[in-house]
């Protein structure tokens, strides 16, 4: 069980570590998509300074950066979103990955408690141990549950 319950616990850690990296990936693309409408406004700031040949092309070039404008918010918006759940994943996966090293940390106690019963041959370090195994045991089933 001990084995088991580490495995369990290093794999959820390598999980959140996954999430944290995407979740860190969707906001440097949020920044970009930051930087990119910035230079987007700079054009449209730029525009009326700008000697141009005809205030149509004027127009049509407005036209142009302020709809990539909207869509830059827009796919902000939709990056912003994902970025968040991706938090929220990984606060869960940290949750999990806590309950399963607290499982592990009462299971080696146990172990260990246990093993002085051979030495003192007294059952009280067994009934400790079983109890601290118990505790161990529901623990890291909470951590399976939660992932």
Known sequence: LVALVSLLGHRAHNRTILVQN???AQWV???SKATGRTSYDAMLDFLPVAQ???PASAQDLRDKYQKKIQQSDQAQ???KTKADA???EVAHQETSSDRFDIGDVCLEASLVIMSTTLLTKRRLYWGIGLALAGVGIVTALTGLFLS
């Open 86 to 88: 991706l938090e929220h």
């Open 29 to 31: 693309y949020y920044e």
């Open 22 to 24: 995407e979740t860190i």
């Open 77 to 79: 918006q939709q990056l």
């Open 52 to 54: 141009l040949t005809s």
